[in-house]
Every structure is written in structure tokens, then in C-alpha cells.
């Protein structure tokens, strides 16, 4: 095989908590994720002219620091392979958005090379090379809904959000990551969100009740630093949203609707303010 496809979802925190800080300086996390029909899509053939790696987008860095090269460097270390690849990316998960677009593309590299490369990986081993790139990276080879606890390692498959509509948008800020820790470290966070509670809605389907469940530790820093991440928010509920919530450390918010047509007149309102809105559905893997 000469040329391998591969998928990139968005990823998406339905609740996101973050319960400590281990000795090693990673913290201790416990959120709900789940995929929507928002992707990359990574393209992998064999080539004779050592790694390349280009992009649709000029705005993301095609260098070491990318973690997609992160993700093929550490496939070549443990296997020692030296051929050469060429790797496109179709970037349609913007950046720095907390959708996991770079986690997701790493998780995507993995598969990709596995099959490209033939090392017949078991998952397991996928997800013990994907945790040492990134938290995110096990969740995003797994997929669909998911408890994820631990540093990203520890992921338990969850009944999904099954015809859930969303609207996502992005707004001008963009928040790096260790940035939105180091303000939550400085920060004593009062009001956690009810993991355990939502999962017992997920399993009941009862949806009801799961606006007031949800939550997402990072948004008290977010929002006191950039208000228009609030009032994204506030916007998403004024139209129409059953319950809406920021995903990752920022800063992109999703509105959960169950009717599309609602969905579709929320964005169609949203993406007049706001120039980076998606029209969106929870993905089942």
C-alpha cells in the first residue's frame, strides 16, 4: 500500500475538571469528550524524498513542533525506520480552538502509519505511544463518547449523544493552553462540574437536566479574562441552545440542539457575528 487516508475528528469536552496536579507536574483530569462530524483529513504516501510535510493552511506550522511530526518521530525511533513519507493535512479544525485539532491529527498519524508502515499496532500500544504526545491524543485514537480521566490515559467508552445537532464557534482569541493552566493554577475553582451525574444522563437519556450538570472548570478563567467568550455563550442559549459550554482551555464554545432546523437558524443568526461558526452533529465514532 502505497497511500493511506485517514480521518481527523474534532473533539469536544461535554465537561471538562480538572481534580490536581501530580509530582511530575501533569495535571490530574476527569472530563467527558465526544467527536463531532468536524475533521482533518491526512493524507500519507510513501515517498523517496525524505519527510515532507505540507497543509490547505499556512497558518499552522509544518516543522518539528507539529505533532504530527512528534507522532511519526516517535513511530521511526521505536521501529528505526528511515523511509521517507509525505504528509498532507486538509485543515478544517481550527487552531487553538480546544477542539484537539493537533492531538487529533497526531492520533491520525499513528493510525495512518501503521497501516502505511504495516507494524500491526494493537490499540494498546497506539495508546501508550499517544499518551507520551499528548492528553488528548489517546482519547482522539478511541473516539465516539467517552469518560477520560488521569492524564488522557485512562478512557471509558460511554453511551453516545445519538441525532444531537451542534453549533460551534470560534472566536478571534485564541488561548494557549499552558497559559489557561497556569491562570487555573493561580485560581482557587469553586464550582466543578457533576461528572458523575451527566454520565448517569447519558446512560437515562435523560437530557433534560443536563445544561445545569455540564461544566467546564477553564471557562472562570476565560471569561473573566475575555468577556466575548461569555457572551458567545450567552448568545448560543438566547438562540436556542439546550445547553451550551466552552470545550478545552478555549476558546471555542458549542450549543447542543436537538432539532437540526433550530440548529441551522441559530447559525445562520451566529455566523453574521461571529466569522468562524460551524454547522455540526455529534459524531458516533
Same mark, same amino acid.
Given at each position: 500500500?502505497?497511500?493511506?487516508?485517514?480521518?481527523?475528528?474534532?473533539?469536544?469536552?461535554?465537561?471538562?475538571?480538572?481534580?490536581?496536579?501530580?509530582?511530575?507536574?501533569?495535571?490530574?483530569?476527569?472530563?467527558?469528550?465526544?467527536?463531532?462530524?468536524?475533521?482533518?483529513? %491526512?493524507?500519507?504516501?510513501?515517498?523517496?524524498?525524505?519527510?515532507? %510535510?505540507?497543509?490547505?493552511?499556512?497558518?499552522?506550522? %509544518?516543522?518539528?513542533?507539529?505533532?504530527?511530526?512528534?507522532?511519526?518521530?516517535?513511530?521511526?525511533?521505536?521501529?528505526?525506520?528511515?523511509?521517507?513519507?509525505?504528509?498532507?493535512?486538509?485543515?478544517?479544525?481550527?487552531?487553538?480552538?480546544?477542539?484537539?485539532?493537533?492531538?487529533?491529527?497526531?492520533?491520525?498519524?499513528?493510525?495512518?502509519?501503521?497501516?502505511?508502515?504495516?507494524?500491526?499496532?494493537?490499540?494498546?500500544?497506539?495508546?501508550?505511544?499517544?499518551?507520551?504526545?499528548?492528553?488528548?491524543?489517546?482519547?482522539?485514537?478511541?473516539?465516539?463518547?467517552?469518560?477520560?480521566?488521569?492524564?488522557?490515559?485512562?478512557?471509558?467508552?460511554?453511551?453516545?449523544?445519538?441525532?444531537?445537532?451542534?453549533?460551534?464557534?470560534?472566536?478571534?482569541?485564541?488561548?494557549?493552553?499552558?497559559?489557561?493552566?497556569?491562570?487555573?493554577?493561580? =485560581?482557587?475553582?469553586?464550582?466543578?462540574?457533576?461528572?458523575?451525574?451527566?454520565?448517569?444522563?447519558?446512560?437515562?437519556?435523560?437530557?433534560? =437536566?443536563?445544561?445545569?450538570?455540564?461544566?467546564?472548570?477553564?471557562?472562570?478563567?476565560?471569561?473573566?479574562?475575555?468577556?466575548?467568550?461569555?457572551?458567545?455563550?450567552?448568545?448560543?442559549?438566547?438562540?436556542?441552545?439546550?445547553?451550551?459550554?466552552?470545550?478545552?482551555?478555549?476558546?471555542?464554545?458549542?450549543?447542543?440542539?436537538?432539532?437540526?432546523?433550530?440548529?441551522?437558524?441559530?447559525?445562520?443568526?451566529?455566523?453574521? =457575528?461571529?466569522?468562524?461558526?460551524?454547522?455540526?452533529?455529534?459524531?458516533?465514532?
Amino acid at each position: 500500500m502505497d497511500k493511506v487516508v485517514i480521518k481527523a475528528k474534532a473533539k469536544v469536552n461535554l465537561s471538562l475538571d480538572v481534580t490536581g496536579i501530580r509530582e511530575d507536574g501533569y495535571h490530574e483530569m476527569r472530563m467527558i469528550n465526544h467527536s463531532i462530524e468536524l475533521e482533518d483529513t %491526512l493524507t500519507f504516501e510513501n515517498s523517496q524524498e525524505g519527510i515532507t %510535510l505540507t497543509s490547505n493552511n499556512n497558518l499552522i506550522r %509544518l516543522d518539528e513542533k507539529n505533532l504530527v511530526i512528534i507522532a511519526l518521530r516517535k513511530l521511526q525511533k521505536r521501529f528505526n525506520k528511515t523511509q521517507g513519507v509525505k504528509i498532507h493535512i486538509d485543515k478544517q479544525i481550527p487552531a487553538q480552538a480546544g477542539l484537539a485539532g493537533g492531538s487529533s491529527d497526531a492520533a491520525a498519524t499513528l493510525k495512518g502509519l501503521n497501516i502505511l508502515w504495516k507494524l500491526n499496532l494493537t490499540t494498546p500500544e497506539l495508546l501508550e505511544i499517544g499518551v507520551t504526545i499528548g492528553a488528548d491524543v489517546p482519547y482522539c485514537l478511541i473516539g465516539g463518547t467517552a469518560l477520560v480521566e488521569g492524564i488522557g490515559e485512562k478512557i471509558t467508552s460511554l453511551p453516545g449523544m445519538k441525532k444531537w445537532h451542534v453549533v460551534v464557534v470560534k472566536p478571534k482569541v485564541d488561548i494557549p493552553t499552558p497559559w489557561a493552566f497556569k491562570k487555573l493554577d493561580q =485560581k482557587e475553582i469553586k464550582n466543578h462540574p457533576d461528572i458523575t451525574g451527566i454520565i448517569q444522563l447519558l446512560k437515562d437519556e435523560n437530557y433534560a =437536566k443536563l445544561n445545569a450538570a455540564m461544566g467546564n472548570v477553564f471557562e472562570e478563567v476565560a471569561f473573566e479574562e475575555y468577556p466575548e467568550i461569555r457572551n458567545i455563550k450567552n448568545d448560543l442559549m438566547a438562540n436556542g441552545a439546550i445547553a451550551a459550554i466552552m470545550t478545552g482551555s478555549g476558546s471555542t464554545l458549542v450549543g447542543y440542539y436537538r432539532e437540526q432546523e433550530r440548529a441551522e437558524m441559530a447559525w445562520q443568526v451566529l455566523k453574521q =457575528k461571529y466569522k468562524m461558526s460551524f454547522l455540526s452533529q455529534v459524531s458516533e465514532n
